[in-house]
């Protein structure tokens, strides 16, 4: 099966803070994704990753920024938290057209 | 450009009731069709696709036939459980450049009372 691991489940930071998000996963795969899921708005797009030091943004990157340095392992970057970022956020990987999604971080910021 | 639409929630039923979650798309060529589920607290997983027309994807009792002529996919179940509660997401999935492009809906929150 494919695990894709997410490094906290919980998360509380200050406002401008600099907040890593940790994203791995096991099974080899070239694409890997960053969404935030917010009531009544679903999942949207942060930033994806195709390839090793290759990224692109999604729908909604201001603010965020991405890294991925080897192939299993993709972060997400909140450069100074604000409290509109606040949310929950997935990480994702994929072969081929399906997605395999992480347990998700609910991050808090105050 | 390419959207989701699913059935605004939440769906609260009766256990053993039948299910139905409508899901429309819209997109250029020919996507592939999904549906995932998320329990509280954890990530969506997939609980079952559809890669082209007519096709019929099936997982766990729930049923979901890709229709082009409509531009639906919807979910269904015959008999639902308490243990199926849980937001559902219809998605879609096209290819892009380099990777694939995914469309998600905005999910259906479904509850179920023993």
């Known amino acids: 099966d494919v695990k894709v691991t997410q490094s906290s489940r919980y998360l509380v930071k200050r406002t401008g803070e600099k907040v890593f998000l940790e994203c791995v996963q096991d099974m080899d795969h070239e694409n890997m994704f960053w969404y935030r899921q917010d009531p009544g708005l679903g999942l949207r797009l942060i930033y994806f990753s195709y390839d090793v030091k290759m990224k692109e943004k999604g729908d909604i990157p201001e603010g965020y920024s991405v890294s991925r340095e080897k192939k299993e392992r993709f972060s997400l970057i909140l450069e100074s938290a604000s409290t509109n970022q606040t949310s929950m956020y997935l990480c994702a990987s994929s072969i081929s057209h399906e997605q395999y999604f992480g347990p998700g971080t609910r991050l808090t910021v105050t | 450009g390419d959207s989701v639409t699913q059935m605004e929630g939440p769906v609260t039923l009766s256990e053993e009731a039948f299910l139905t979650i409508n899901c429309t798309y819209t997109a250029t060529g020919y996507p592939s069709l999904f549906w995932y589920v998320q329990y509280p607290g954890e990530g969506l997983q997939l609980l079952l696709k559809a890669t082209k027309a007519d096709d019929k994807g099936s997982n766990k009792g729930f049923e979901a036939t890709y229709r082009k002529e409509t531009t639906s996919f919807h979910l269904e179940k015959g008999s639902v459980q308490v243990s199926d509660s849980a937001v559902y997401f219809c998605?879609?999935?096209?290819?892009?450049?380099?990777?694939?492009?995914?469309?998600f809906g905005t999910g259906t929150r479904l509850k179920v009372l023993a």
């Open positions: 998605a879609l999935s096209r290819p892009r450049t380099g990777t694939y492009k995914y469309i």
